[in-house]
């Protein structure tokens, strides 16, 4: 048998990895924004770090579905690269 490596969650990895390159910064007001430096245009806000967390990991997900839908480039994140046609097992 050949070495070869399966990604089984490619993209619950590519989220997951994604949302641990979050910035998260506390406004005068105490509103928590959140940002995904590699991912432009993901930004969040919420009362609490955690709403902003799920604001932000809701927000990259759709961001991530309708970049594959209309084939938009995604940036590859800790080497997962959504842009690749897919591979299927023979």
């Not at 590519?14 to 924004?33: E, H, P, Q, R, S």
């Not at 991912?39 to 991530?64: D, M, N, P």
């Not at 938009?72 to 994140?77: C, K, R, Y």
Request: a negative charge; hydrophobic letters at 40%; proline letters at 3%.
């Amino acid at each position: 048998m050949k070495n070869e490596q399966f990604t089984y969650n490619v993209l619950s990895d590519y989220i997951y990895f994604a949302m641990k390159g979050a910035v998260y910064n506390a406004l005068d007001d105490g509103t928590i924004t959140g940002k995904i430096l590699a991912c432009e245009g993901i930004f969040a806000l919420g009362k609490t770090e955690v709403e902003c967390q799920q604001r932000l990991q809701s927000t990259l997900e759709s961001w991530i579905l309708l970049g594959l839908k209309f084939k938009h480039p995604l940036p590859v994140i800790h080497g997962i690269n959504l842009n690749q046609e897919p591979r299927y097992e023979k």
